[in-house]
């Protein structure tokens, strides 16, 4: 787990807070080449909703695999396609490339978060 903190206004460290600490730990679970979407964390969690879950990965996902929890449109992160592609080529994340922009193939590259699921084998449904 990312030890992540902020920092107050008098410059003493504030402890992560428990969602964000539950929301990151969940995305490093991710098994490489599979997405799980905002609103699969927070029903995952059964807590909060996907823009929290957006909230907390814009404040604190940069320490942990980020392209892994996606838009339920499956677009990439705005202002972060070039990185996002490059990590999905990398870990072989199944995209539907002739959508224009390219998208992330849901159907094949959603994870449901148990570790030994039929679908947990990236691209194999």
């Known amino acids: 787990m990312p030890q992540v903190t902020d920092v107050t206004d008098d410059g003493v460290p504030d402890a992560l ?26 029903e995952y969690l059964g807590q909060g909703g996907p823009r929290q879950v ?4 814009a404040l604190y996902g940069g320490s942990v695999p980020w392209w892994r929890v996606i838009r339920a449109d499956g677009r990439f992160l705005p202002g972060h396609e070039h990185r996002a592609l490059a990590h999905y080529s990398e870990e072989g994340t199944p995209l539907r490339e002739l959508a224009d922009p390219p998208r992330v193939d849901l159907g094949r590259a959603r994870w449901d978060g148990r570790e030994n699921s039929p679908n947990a084998a990236h691209g194999r449904d």
């Open 17 to 42: 807070p428990p969602f964000a600490e539950l929301v990151l730990d969940l995305t490093e679970r991710i098994p490489p080449g599979r997405v799980m979407t905002y609103g699969d964390v927070a």
């Open 54 to 57: 957006g909230r907390v990965m």
